[in-house]
């Protein structure tokens, strides 16, 4: 009996949803290079790991967002006919009709670049350099009151833009 | 819906207001349908009928055998409905028709679909799937390698986050069950333990979370605790016996048994371990739900025990006072139903339903309850219990604990109100 019939047998007999224990394994994932799986890692995590090299300032992304993004989310990010990505502060509050948008909401300034990155444009994703999202991320942060007119992004300078909700979460328990 | 037997007066114990009964009527066997025994009536008894027809389809050899068969040409109503933002026709969701169906299982077709960037049309043989990050050997794999693995199966609810939020809105939505609770559906998810390619690749110490990510073009990613892909999940390989849907993560999809849906990750490519969540934008401006504090709850995995009535439903037009089957589904991404009660006169009086075998944790169950209607106005609700002990709030509860701009996870009660028509519309009560 092959172990992944013993597998099975053991299964059949505690039913569907069993947890039976794999003792082996067939072992037939290929141990991967580094250089690989490089171009396939494209999270970037809130410290900043991840980030590319590359730079961008609002001025350069004010230029990429003419050409790829006012279509769907309107001049200087004011929405429609998609999301809106500026303003929205202090619509947060109880009683309003919260406007959720990269300044009112997102609590990382890093989530930006990973997914412009990941996802934007909608029709052709990944398509932008490193450059350009650096530079798209900083234009929305500076239409968004959140840096400077001059401020260049990068890698180190990125994770370091404090976001006006970073404080407004709050890690789930039941009952809520 | 059936009607059972039309006008027909049984002499059965009431199990709660309104008319519930208890369902052993239907079964003929038990307390109930004993002492109703006797008093049953034909109502029906024809005098003078035609002679039934010998249809046309008794008369000739039927269609021959097709490769992958179809529903009845007659059910072309049974399909899911879908909205899309403007720009983006592959974005957004297709729901379950759940007022027509009946059982615990979606079949494949009708199964909901939430995208962020359309169903990518992907070749199997160049598909692969990568683990990294804190793992001793960072791992490619291909699906023939994977199929080769131990496969399990795991029959599971999948819900997504965004389901029912209509009902956060400050007055009842005008529409039916699929449109309020459709992105929900059920199907035995059958492929290989996550734990088991995590474990070939050798975990680091350090490592408390991971990122799953998809190959569809948003490139949909999302971190889960380690805890919950050692506990339970599987690379969903195949869905109700065959290989997963397109539109369900072909060839591959993350499951995470009674995990909201968006985490289920399809078109699954790429595992990264790490040490703590990665903030995607799927668990930072989406999928977080905002209180009346200016707070956000982050990280709301679970789905919280919940149920609704299916039948009767909006568009299921009573035909006329008599005894009816109420049926519905529960489920809880704690555990498994332990109780699902029912009730017909808006709250005031709760009758306990039967469940449906098999009871299954983290899976859909289908709950009955007998019904006879008066022709009067009634409002019919269910609420039900999972092994946690959690019972499923009024819609009121959670809205005063979460205010109406939560958007996620709503699980509190759904009301239907029957009128003397037999007509029936989505209130709040």
Redesign the interface.
């Known amino acids: 009996m092959s172990t992944r019939d013993c597998v099975l047998a053991t299964a059949a007999i505690v039913g569907i949803g069993s947890s039976a224990a794999v003792a082996d394994s067939p072992n037939l994932g290929r141990v991967a290079a580094p250089e690989e799986i490089a171009s396939w890692d494209i999270s970037v995590d809130p410290d900043g790991a991840g980030l590319p090299v590359g730079s961008g300032t609002p001025k350069q992304g004010e230029a990429v967002y003419a050409a790829k993004c006012v279509a769907c989310h309107g001049e200087k990010g004011a929405g429609k006919p998609n999301d809106p990505l500026v303003g929205g502060r202090g619509t947060l509050a109880s009683g309003q009709d919260p406007i959720k948008t990269i300044g009112s909401f997102w609590p990382y300034a890093t989530t930006i670049f990973d997914y412009v990155r990941r996802a934007m444009p909608l029709n052709e994703s990944k398509t932008l350099t490193n450059d350009e999202v650096y530079a798209v991320t900083a234009y929305l942060l500076y239409l968004n009151g959140i840096i400077g007119e001059s401020t260049a992004l990068d890698a180190q300078t990125l994770p370091r833009v404090k976001m006006p909700n970073s404080d407004g979460f709050v890690p789930f328990s039941r009952g809520k | 819906m059936r009607n059972k037997r039309s006008a027909a007066r049984l002499s059965e114990p009431d199990a709660a207001g309104n008319g519930l009964i208890d369902r052993r009527i239907f079964l003929g066997t038990g307390a109930a349908a004993a002492a109703a025994i006797g008093s049953i009536v034909s109502p029906h008894t024809a005098m003078g009928a035609d002679p039934l027809p010998v249809a046309p389809w008794m008369r000739v050899p039927g269609s021959p055998f097709v490769g992958y068969g179809q529903p009845s040409r007659f059910e072309d109503k049974v399909g899911r409905i879908s909205a899309s933002?403007?720009?983006?026709p592959g974005?957004g969701a297709a729901r379950t028709p759940l007022h027509r169906l009946d059982g615990m299982i979606t079949p494949n077709g009708l199964h909901f679909e939430r995208s962020?960037?359309g169903i990518p049309d992907i070749d199997p043989d160049a598909h692969r799937l990568?683990?990294?990050g804190l793992v001793k050997?960072?791992?490619?794999?291909t699906l023939d390698?994977?199929v080769?693995?131990?496969?399990?199966?795991?029959?599971a609810f999948i819900e997504c986050g965004g389901n029912s939020r209509l009902l956060y809105q400050q007055d009842p939505a005008p529409v039916n069950v699929q449109a309020l609770h459709g992105l929900l559906s059920c199907a035995?998810w059958t492929g290989v333990?996550l734990?088991?390619?995590l474990?070939?690749?050798g975990v680091e110490p350090a490592a408390k979370w991971l990122?799953a990510?998809g190959a569809d073009?948003?490139?949909m990613?999302r971190s889960v605790p380690l805890a919950k892909a050692m506990e339970?999940a599987l690379i969903a390989l195949y869905q109700n016996g065959e290989r997963v849907r397109p539109s369900n993560g072909y060839p591959m999809r993350l499951l995470l048994p009674g995990y909201e849906g968006n985490m289920q990750v399809k078109w699954l490519?790429?595992i990264?371990v790490?040490e703590?969540p990665?903030?995607?934008?799927d668990e930072?401006?989406k999928y977080?739900?905002?209180?009346?504090?200016?707070?956000?709850?982050?990280?709301?995995?679970p789905i919280?025990a919940k149920s609704q009535i299916t039948q009767p439903s909006p568009g299921l037009t009573m035909q006329g006072p008599g005894l009816y089957e109420i049926s519905g589904l529960a489920w809880s991404g704690?555990g498994t139903i332990t109780r699902v009660e029912v009730s017909a006169d808006g709250g005031k009086s709760w009758a306990t339903a039967a469940l449906q075998h098999p009871v299954?944790?983290k899976a859909l169950t289908r709950f009955r309850m007998a019904w006879r209607w008066n022709g009067g106005p009634s409002i019919l609700q269910s609420r039900a219990t999972d092994d946690t002990g959690?019972v499923q709030p009024t819609r009121a509860e959670l809205i005063t604990?979460?205010?109406i701009?939560a958007y996620y996870h709503f699980n509190g009660v759904t009301s239907w109100a029957v009128g003397e028509s037999g007509e029936v519309k989505h209130v709040y009560a």
């Open positions: 933002p403007p720009n983006a974005t962020h960037s990568v683990i990294h050997r960072p791992l490619v794999f390698a994977l080769r693995y131990p496969i399990e199966s795991r029959i035995e333990r734990s088991t390619v474990d070939e690749a990122v990510e073009a948003a490139g990613s339970d490519r790429r990264k790490t703590g990665t903030m995607t934008k930072t401006s977080t739900m905002l209180l009346p504090d200016e707070k956000s709850l982050q990280f709301v995995f919280e704690y299954l944790p959690y604990r979460r205010g701009n």
